[in-house]
């Protein structure tokens, strides 16, 4: 499928020039169109930020919800319609900080959704706030002496949390960054795609040059199954490892878990009430 | 256990003192106990036998915020003629542990008739002033095995104050203790003959008679809380999808959901947080399904940025909120009506919703149904306004109506060229929902364009904002008028709203005037055009809120400019009790 499926054309892009986000946006484009996704059978959900606008640079199902709350609104469009492909996506700032709980609990719900985290490790729309990411010491108009607090480090957080698929890439390579999402996208289950990239304005300690100094592959050697090397791997800070660190066992999704498609496929909106049954119900109360 | 010769001599007591509970047709029985002591069982029980016997019954509850320890209570009424209101007076009060006195010594008087302990009384109780029985429910439970049993002979001895059959209560602890063990089984079967026995030996020879025969109707009728009527009413109204966080009094309510679920083909699911669960909600909604979320006060609070969305994104709600007193955590499993302003301001920006506030079982059921059709057809959020007085209230009802219930969907197939948001004379366009059509379905929390993609065109950012709004005018339409009970040549009109409905009922016809009748709101905003025809038919209005401002006097006065001349408000953390509202209003009309 050609990549243009998902252009919208003559629009207004609000990201700098130069922006990580644009490698994110079109390793996704090429992700889905190699995969085959017709734009009327996916919807990107996303939060508020600079991130959280590449929905508009889609031409697909969009819901652009509130900061922070991406994930409950895809969890809710997944199981209420198990045959979309809901891919959520926003900033470090939206699902790591106000998100935070939501993230935890998206993990531990294990929806078949895609969670991507565009990286920079900086807040952009608010002009240049530390974000939970924020390496320590950097410094911003409101951390005025360097982020003192210890970074959030969200594959660690998804690994011992058991999620069901963890990985990181770099937006700066997209070949790269398209076949991890590849691989994300067909993965059953919850699976994360922390994406580094650099942010040109407010970011000049993590920029393209110190990621491609700072950043290397996992390679054969990793395997993927491995909970315990998994979690090594996430918390190295001097080089971050970039790839696909954990796939847990195989388990129930959210939508199988909830027990109403086992014996009825039919998405929520297409089904109706069983009257009878409910007449039943109201006449237990009889007695 | 006294000996039946003991007890015998207080039932000959009792009859020589003529007491006034004997000729009554409706009979108050309050039992105190601890949390933990199983009262809520016994509330089950002795409704569900009373009414499979053919009496109409009605329970509420008050209880404290904890699992063990503390004074809680429940009122249950039993008579001929349905009984549907709290009442103050006691008729028969059983304590089932010490330290309950002050907590209902208001409410009972020499009439009352106590079955109690001795130690139960407490020391500075004068024993001489009331109808005091010494039953030893303890006593009698620890020699069956255990004193938790205590609360099952309680259930045996009003059973058998009434000459309810043992057979029939032997029938009830089967089924309902049908998980447990044999020994458990046989155990309350045997504390429900042994206070049955007490409580049958009390009546004597059949001389000590309540007034109360069955009515053949109450077979056909259900038995279930308020909270049971909104989970009904959900699954009526299409309800598909429940997200919430456990917050009292809602909590039943998404408890009888999920207990359900399954054969429903409904979604239920505990979120993380209230955030989370309103957010999840309107995906759902975006996805084709029918959500609600169910909370309180509090909860609603971390909601009201959801409430926003939805607004915004124009997707129906539907939120289900049971109101307690706050501010804060207040008082957590305590009744108030003050979060209709919460309600109604909830939620930054400008856009409309609708308020029901269901008065009855019935109502809660019929109108937590239509709250999905109402918020389905016009995209915008609407409440269903309880209280834990509602919730937690049991009486029987004629079976739910189902042949006037349907569930009206308004999605689109969507075409090529489909826009979300078109501008449209009544404010509402036609919902597409992803993958079902050609379309493409964008929502977008930003001010958007009319196919949902961010704007900041401020031309029609105006014309948003009155598309938005113009959906009011269109729903407005459909307001649920409010019921007028009484004569229609009223000199003084009594305004009530939600669960406070059958106090007031109750009260006004005890009152027995004829030139006094109710305007009882079930729909609280917006409220009906021919409210402010029928202010301006009375002489005098009153208004009674379970709350400390008047919230509701404030919208009337607002929409109508008509202020209310009296208000009867409370706001102590329990509901009216008929007498109180009784009272009130004979102050305020004489």
Redesign the interface.
């Known amino acids: 499928m050609d990549t243009q499926v998902f252009d919208m054309g003559g629009i207004d892009i609000a990201w700098c020039p130069g922006c990580g986000n644009f490698g994110i946006l079109n390793a996704l484009k090429k992700a889905l169109a190699e995969l085959e996704i017709e734009?009327?059978?996916l919807?990107l959900?996303s939060g508020?930020g600079q991130a959280a606008?590449a929905p508009?640079y889609f031409?697909?199902?969009?819901?652009?919800?509130?900061h922070g709350?991406a994930?409950?609104?895809?969890?809710?469009?997944k199981?209420?319609?198990p045959?979309?492909m809901v891919i959520a996506e926003s900033g470090d700032g939206d699902m790591y900080g106000e998100g935070g709980?939501?993230f935890?609990?998206t993990i531990r719900r294990n929806p078949d959704i895609t969670n991507i985290v565009h990286n920079n490790m900086v807040y952009g729309l608010t002009k240049g706030q530390a974000s939970p990411t924020s390496l320590r010491g950097f410094r911003t108009p409101v951390q005025v002496a360097g982020v003192f607090l210890e970074p959030f480090n969200p594959l660690a957080v998804a690994i011992a949390l058991d999620a069901s698929f963890v990985a990181r890439a770099y937006s700066g390579d997209m070949q790269q960054t398209k076949e991890i999402l590849k691989k994300a996208i067909t993965h059953k289950g919850y699976a994360l795609v922390d994406v580094l990239h650099p942010c040109v304005s407010y970011n000049k300690l993590s920029t393209y040059q110190w990621f491609r100094e700072h950043t290397y592959y996992l390679d054969d050697s990793h395997d993927p199954r491995d909970r315990n090397e998994a979690f090594k791997k996430a918390t190295e800070t001097e080089k971050l490892p970039l790839g696909v660190f954990y796939i847990s066992p195989e388990r129930a999704t959210f939508e199988e878990n909830?027990?109403?498609y086992k014996e009825?496929r039919q998405?929520?909106?297409?089904?109706?009430?069983?009257?009878g049954?409910?007449?039943g119900?109201?006449?237990k109360?009889?007695? | 256990m006294s000996k039946p010769s003991a007890l015998f001599g207080h039932v000959v007591r009792l009859m020589k003192q003529n007491l006034s509970f004997q000729n009554r047709s409706d009979v108050s029985i309050v039992l105190c106990g601890q949390a933990g002591m199983g009262i809520q069982t016994v509330e089950r029980f002795l409704t569900?036998i009373f009414k499979?016997c053919g009496y109409h019954v009605f329970a509420t509850k008050e209880y404290m915020s904890r699992i063990r320890g503390g004074v809680n209570s429940t009122s249950i009424r039993v008579s001929s003629k349905a009984v549907r209101a709290l009442i103050d007076r006691i008729d028969i009060l059983i304590l089932l542990d010490k330290g309950a006195i002050p907590h209902v010594r208001r409410r009972i008087s020499s009439k009352t008739v106590i079955l109690a302990e001795t130690a139960a009384l407490g020391d500075d109780f004068d024993r001489s002033q009331y109808n005091c029985i010494d039953v030893p429910f303890t006593k009698i439970a620890i020699d069956i095995g255990d004193k938790i049993y205590s609360n099952i002979v309680a259930v045996g001895a009003i059973a058998g104050l009434f000459g309810i059959e043992l057979q029939a209560i032997n029938e009830y602890i089967k089924q309902y203790f049908s998980a447990k063990s044999p020994d458990i089984v046989q155990k309350n079967v045997q504390a429900a003959k042994a206070g049955h026995e007490l409580g049958s030996n009390l009546v004597g020879s059949g001389k000590v008679a309540f007034l109360i025969s069955p009515d053949s109707r109450v077979?056909?009728?259900?038995?279930?809380s308020g909270a049971?009527a909104v989970g009904?009413g959900a699954?009526?109204g299409?309800c598909?999808?429940i997200?919430a966080y456990p917050m009292s009094p809602s909590t039943p309510v998404l408890v009888f959901l999920a207990q359900?679920?399954?054969?429903?083909?409904?979604?239920a699911?505990q979120?993380?947080?209230e955030?989370?669960?309103m957010?999840?909600?309107?995906?759902?909604w975006?996805?084709?399904?029918?959500?609600m979320v169910s909370t309180s006060g509090g909860g609603f609070a971390l909601m009201v940025?959801?409430l926003s969305?939805s607004a915004m994104?124009e997707i129906p709600i539907v939120v289900h909120l049971a109101q307690r007193p706050g501010p804060a955590t207040g008082l957590p499993t305590r009744t108030e009506q003050a979060d209709l302003e919460l309600a109604l301001y909830a939620g930054h920006g400008e856009f409309p919703r609708i308020i029901l506030a269901p008065g009855t079982i019935e109502e809660a059921f019929y109108l937590t149904s239509t709250a999905f059709n109402l918020a389905d057809k016009y995209q915008v959020p609407v409440f269903v306004l309880t209280d834990q007085y509602l919730i937690d209230s049991y009486y029987n009802v004629a079976?739910?109506d189902?042949s006037g219930?349907k569930?009206d969907?308004h999605?689109v197939r969507t075409q090529e060229d489909y826009q979300r948001y078109e501008l449209t004379p009544d404010g509402v366009s036609p919902r597409g929902?992803?993958?079902?059509?050609?379309?493409?379905?964008?929502?977008?929390?930003?001010e958007h364009d009319t196919h949902?993609?961010?704007t900041e065109d401020l031309d029609l950012r105006v014309k948003m904002v009155d598309k938005r709004l113009r959906k009011m005018e269109s729903f407005k339409k459909e307001t649920i008028e409010p019921e007028l009970i009484g004569p229609d040549d009223y000199k003084t009109l009594v305004i009530c709203w939600g669960s406070s409905y059958h106090a007031v009922v109750e009260a006004v016809r005890n009152l027995a005037r004829d030139d006094v009748a109710i305007l009882h709101f079930k729909q609280v905003h917006p409220l009906a055009e021919k409210t402010a025809a029928y202010l301006q038919k009375a002489r005098r209005t009153v208004i009674v809120e379970g709350n400390a401002t008047g919230q509701l006097a404030k919208q009337i006065k607002l929409y109508t400019g008509i202020d209310i001349h009296d208000r009867i408000l409370k706001y102590s953390g329990l509901s009216f009790a008929v007498e109180e509202v009784a009272d009130r209003l004979a102050g305020l009309l004489d």
């Open positions: 734009p009327t059978n919807v959900v508020i606008k508009h031409r697909t199902n969009v819901f652009n919800g509130l709350r994930l409950p609104p895809a969890t809710a469009i199981a209420s319609n045959s979309l709980n939501h935890l609990h909830t027990g109403i009825n998405p929520l909106y297409a089904r109706k009430v069983d009257m049954r409910l007449a119900l109201i006449e109360f009889r007695t | 569900q499979l077979k056909d009728e259900i038995l279930l049971e009904l699954i009526a299409g598909d999808f997200s359900h679920a399954k054969e429903f083909g409904m979604i699911e979120a993380e947080d955030i989370a669960a957010n999840m909600a309107v995906g759902a975006y996805a084709g399904a029918r959500a940025e959801g969305l994104l079976p739910f189902l219930v569930v969907r999605i929902i992803p993958g079902y059509g050609k379309g493409l379905v964008v929502v977008d929390s930003d949902g993609h961010i």
